[in-house]
């Protein structure tokens, strides 16, 4: 779990131009695409990561759908 929450966090760190505010906050926000739940809260198991890893990889490519 933290091997994967480190890579998420690198990931955010990459995409928010090393701003950890943000990324915290980004983290603590409820997401639409994650059924209304925010990013931290899915950190403890492998799809609650996957999920997120998802939402990052859409940002990234610009899949806002």
Do not use: H
Not at 8 to 24: C, Q
Not at 40 to 60: C, E, F, Q, T, W
């Amino acid at each position: 779990a933290v091997v994967g929450f480190i890579k998420i966090w690198s990931e955010l760190m990459i995409l928010f131009k090393n701003r950890s505010d943000v990324v915290n906050q980004w983290l603590v926000n409820k997401k639409f695409p994650l059924c209304g739940t925010a990013p931290i809260d899915l950190m403890d198991n492998g799809p609650g990561r996957k999920a997120v890893s998802d939402m990052i990889y859409r940002i990234k490519t610009g899949d806002l759908s």
